[in-house]
């Protein structure tokens, strides 16, 4: 190849030229579902702090990022099942159970905390392991292996506590959850769930990025394609799973410091999950859509109940709301994604070019 | 089969049944058909001829009504018509073909020939009348081998072929228009075909007959139609034709002229993949000997074993009997990921369903293979992206354009780029210029020439006879999952069509 | 007939059936207990009626390719809205029936032209319409509602011997469902459109018409799902759909039945196999005295292993040109 003797400051400078900038990719970004999730998170946010000035406050803001980070971990890995192709209706259990572990495993005896804790994680990847490995090689529908594992699993639970709640689990742990960083200027405080958020978020970001997460997203936009390129479509899926219980495994570490230890801890998560993915414009079905945007989609919900609190609307309207959000959104994105479908066929097109023409072309920008 | 069993008697007088004239349509930008007229009488066999991606396919669909022109006329019988849904084609006597199958493996013969028509006495549907019909139509046809009751999923590949035209001939249509029927079918099928169009012929039914195969252009066409570019070069009686001038006037120019001479240099090595006495449930007695520098060209039917035998060779089906070689050692393609290690590379025969992620950018689906395989390359092919879509001449947006949004030829060029981006040592192509125009040919066949003067071993499989002749230095011929035997690229296509149809059976290379 | 493969699925789902039996018989026993009592085959045989309605219904989305998740809210609302309008006056049966199916029928009818007009994935139509209800409930109903009269309450007591009224019921709409898919146009269609989209809409199909139709069907079948509780309860209450687990349990008994999950593929006679086996699973559990917590972990077992049997059966390729005689290969079909 031409390029190849050029020195790697060249080298690079040609892949940027032959690339759209950042600004024109993310501007192209926000105009599919996945970006308008955030333009949507913004709105919201505006009309909560028009209609109650306090909670744009650093403080409030910040506790209200606090509350939301269970749903938005778990709809970060919810998004790793989705974009692949799948689903997780098992996340509402694995957080149920995990939420007992805490609670009967560690007592009061704050010696226990971390071993607990190791044993909490290795336990949620072992049931994403089961849930990738039933699916992807016992080629079972993983809507039927989540959903026979979430009923085995709640059954588990509440048998051998005989359904009812237990014992919180020592105050040390609870403050994962409940606690935070205090005396900070502006902020007061700085919840530990909200740390653990970004740092979730963070990695997930940083994974979609490596050769693993691109690979994921197209096993999800094509898995017959991805398996003739060499990726081991069912170890690359199980792993989405694992990422999956994982992080309802997080997101039961925060809720036992939120709500204590209770059979209906996690109830329904997967749905609201699933919801928020949806909401982040992440196409069912997978091969489209932005991990950050599901976390997005988390936010955009919780806030949109707290406008709906504000209002003076019933809490018991809640689930309307969450119902009549989810079908707008999908059926927007599923209007867009068609429009962007059509719109390609019949407008001019836009302009083309030679890919990385050959230095000697001339010094002009793209070197038609 | 010969001209004499329909005897070609002048059509002239029968009446015009469809008229198209000044027919346009073009799709992202690029004009696929240009000013198109045509001109189908009652019971003629109007040959439409041309090259992938002369635009055959997309007249058909605009006369079917599955896409809507952008300017011209289609008159039937006189009559303007303006489909926007292939029911009201079916509903004006127009029915078609596809190339792609049409049919639900789960439901029978019966209930997918009467789908959306189903008979009924009452408000129930009356199976009875519709299992008789349809045994009807197949004895009409001359069908005898086809059950109206059995699934279509217990049909062979030729018998589906066999339904879907049946289906289209219930329709009571005046007008049928067959994209490549016999592309899946072998010796007795086409024959069967053959009469199936003569009985039509019989009963003032005009139809439009898309095919590659010259032979059966002349066998059965009264008059041929050729498309080059989208636009009409030739409208003239057969019997005023022959191979050559037909042949001349599609690609305008000799054949060989696509093909680039081998590069200076290319010297034919060592053997680098040997495979003895393999074999799978497709496959049999697979014995083959590839040198670098090499291109073998595999050529057979559709369903031949010719995608099986590179599918087995890069583990994405396996052989399950038999060993290979790959440059000396043994090597077992165990699974895609093991050949893919070895640096076997597989460009598939679908683009679309099997090579690309059409929702990814080409930046994306051009590392997809490094990054599933090699991901500690990544950076470095990130790098070279720019250096081997510019030797491929890809025009796009920029990298980050999604690759749906591509012409076929481009497509292809981003699958052939994610492979080169492993060096490969030997590349599978399967089908490599299906669907692209002429220019992306010919950068597909210097591509070749460029690997083979590296140094690879290249097997191609394809069902473009010049092609395969053109480009090979040896010539495998496939027969129902055999190596039926092996020719020079100096054979003609007829020898490679009689040893892939069994009417030559054995055949030792010289 | 003919149609070997869905023959076979249907086979392997009562040959299940028949194991169940022999398992159960044994365990029963071994408990001092007669499997074939009068008592416990009426058990069982309430145990199918409900799900039974669910399942036939759910059989019809999941054929179209569909899903209906919304259907435990419209068996709660059907049951308050039928206890509501009865309000113990035996006159007001009739209308509290109506009431309750015209109810049921709009909200199918809702999804329906959600998941064909707005192109939304039925998993998503159906789970937000399942929301929609949820907040109506919580909203206006504190806890049980309404009062069915006794001539209501009878259709979830009596039974002709051992039979339930209710279970006739069921398989009499098992019946008539039957018909409308082997016997009409739509019923045809709906394969059709679950099987392959684009085929049915070559074929000149309104691709519109099954998908309604399914989820109509689907929600009156929840409807009088609902019905059937409310006279077995004597009042509405609007907890009971979504406690039964009814959504993924009639998805589960629709899979497990052989159904394709995908659609296109699956018999309503399978569904009802699949019904059966759930019912007798949660007798013998209950004879058994088995903590109630534990069903949950078999129900979830079984449904897995069962379908993973059948992923196992129904991956077909082309039919092997060698070691087995065959001359022409078949077109590969994706299970």
Known sequence: MSVSENAQGTRNEILARNRSSAGDRLLRALRTPSGGVFILLIALLIAVIAANPSFGEPGSLIRFIGRTAPIAIAAIGQYFVIVSGEFDLSMGSVVTAQVFIAGN????????????????????????????????????????????????????????????????????????????????????????????????????????????????????????????????????????????????????????GYAGVHPSVGRGYEFTAITAVVLGGVVLGGGRGWVLSAAAGAFALETLFTLLNFLGVESTWRDSVQGIIIIVAVAAAAQTWQRKRRGASSRTHEPTHPIAPPPTVGTNERGI | MDKEVFPLESRVNTPVVLSVSGLSKSFFGIEVLKDVSLEL?????????????????????????????????????????????????????????????????????????????????????????????????????????????????????????????????????????????????????????????????????????????????????????????????????????????????????????????????????????????????????????????????????????????????????????????????????????????????????????????????????????????????????????????SSLEVIARDLDQEVQYLSGGNQQKVVLAKWLAISPRLVLLDEPTRGIDVGAKVAVYNLMRALAAEGKAILMVSSELPEVLGMSDRVLVMRDGLIAGELSPTSTEEEVLQLATGARTEETPS | MNRLSRLTSTHIVYLVVLLTVIVGTILVGSVGRSFFSTGNISDILTGTSV???????????????????????????????????????????????????????????????????????????????????????????????????????????????????????????????????????????????????????????????????????????????????????????????????YDLLSIAAVVLGGTLLAGGKGSLVGTLGGVLIFAMLDNIMSVMQINPFLKDVVRGLVIVIAVAVYARRTVITRPPRFEKSSTTPAREVSA
């Open chain 1, 105 to 256: 495993l560690i007592g009061d005896d704050d010696a226990r905390v971390l071993p607990v804790l190791g044993l909490m994680f290795v336990f949620g990847a072992f049931i994403g392991l089961i849930n990738g490995l039933v699916t992807t090689l016992l080629k079972v529908p993983s809507f039927i292996v989540t959903l026979g594992m979430m009923l085995a699993l709640l059954g588990m639970v509440l048998y051998s506590t005989g359904g009812a709640a237990t014992g919180n689990p020592a105050d040390s742990f609870r403050q994962i959850g409940r606690g935070g960083i205090r005396d900070v200027p502006v902020l007061e405080i700085i919840p530990y769930p909200v740390i653990i958020f970004v740092v979730t978020a963070a990695a997930a970001l940083w994974l979609m990025r490596r050769p693993y997460g691109r690979t994921l997203i197209a096993v999800g936009d094509n898995s017959r394609a991805a398996a003739l390129t060499g990726a081991r479509v069912w170890w690359v899926k199980t792993r989405a799973f694992m990422l999956s219980s994982l992080s309802a495994t997080v997101a039961g570490i925060i809720l036992v």
């Open chain 2, 41 to 389: 009488r009652s019971g003629e066999v109007h040959g439409l001829v041309g090259e992938n991606g002369a635009g055959k396919s997309t007249l058909m669909k605009l006369l079917a009504g599955v896409h809507h022109r952008d300017s011209g006329t289609i008159e039937l019988s006189g009559a303007p018509v303006d489909f926007s849904h292939p029911t009201q084609a079916h509903e004006a006597g127009l029915s078609t073909v596809f190339q792609e199958f049409n049919l639900l493996p789960d439901r029978t013969v019966a209930e997918n020939i009467y789908l959306g028509r189903e008979p009924r006495s009452g408000i129930l549907v009356n199976r009875k009348a519709m299992l008789e019909r349809t045994r009807e139509l197949l004895d009409q046809l001359g069908i005898t081998s086809i059950q109206p009751s059995t699934p279509v999923s217990n049909l062979s590949v030729a018998q589906q072929q066999i339904v879907e035209i049946a289906k289209a001939v219930s329709y009571d249509a005046r007008i049928i228009s067959m994209d490549e029927p016999t592309a899946a079918l072998a010796g007795p099928e086409v024959e069967l075909l053959y009469s199936i169009i003569g009985r039509l012929k019989e009963r003032g039914v005009a139809i439009l007959y898309v095919s590659h195969r010259l032979k059966e252009i002349f066998d059965l066409c009264d008059t041929i139609t050729v498309l080059k570019d989208g636009e009409v070069v030739g409208s003239q009686p057969a019997s005023s034709m022959d191979d050559a001038s037909l042949v001349r006037l599609m690609v305008g120019r000799p054949i060989s002229a696509y093909f680039p001479e081998v590069t200076p240099g290319t010297i034919i090595g060592e053997p680098l993949l040997e495979v003895a006495d393999a074999g799978n449930e497709q496959l049999d007695s697979i014995n083959l000997a590839l040198r670098t520098g090499e291109i073998v060209g595999i050529a057979g039917l559709q369903g031949s074993g010719r995608t099986e035998l590179v599918e087995a060779i890069f583990g994405a089906a396996p052989f399950t009997r038999g060993s290979m070689r790959l440059a000396g050692e043994a090597y077992t393609a165990r699974s895609t990921r093991t050949a893919i290690q070895h640096r076997v590379a597989l460009i598939t025969e679908d683009r679309k369903s099997q090579g690309l992620s059409l929702n990814q950018s080409i930046l994306d689906n051009a590392l997809s293979v490094i990054r599933s395989v090699f991901p500690g390359r990544t950076n470095q092919a990130r790098q070279d992206a720019p250096g081997v879509f």
């Open chain 3, 51 to 245: 799900l039974g309605f669910i399942a036939i219904g759910q059989t019809l989305v999941i054929l179209v390719g569909s899903l209906d998740l919304s259907v435990p809210y419209v068996i709660s609302l059907s049951s308050l809205i039928a206890a509501g309008i009865m309000a113990n006056q035996g006159a007001n049966v009739l209308p509290g029936v109506l009431a309750a199916l015209a109810i049921s029928a709009l909200i199918g009818l809702a999804n329906g032209l959600v998941v064909s007009g707005l192109k939304v994935h039925g998993f998503i139509a159906t789970l937000g319409m399942g929301l929609i209800i949820s907040g109506y409930l919580a909203t206006n109903y504190q806890g049980s509602s309404g009062q069915a009269p006794l001539s209501f309450r009878l259709i979830g007591a009596t039974g002709l011997g051992p039979v339930p009224i209710s279970t006739l019921i069921m398989l009499a709409t098992a019946g008539l469902v039957l018909l409308m898919l082997n016997r009409t146009r739509v019923g045809h269609h709906i394969y059709a459109v679950g099987g392959d989209l684009g085929v049915a809409r070559m074929s000149g199909i309104r691709t519109r018409t099954p998908i309604i139709t399914a989820h109509v069907l689907c929600s009156v079948m929840a409807g009088l799902a609902g019905l059937l509780l409310a006279a077995r309860l004597g009042v509405g209450s609007p907890t009971i759909g979504s406690q039964g687990g």
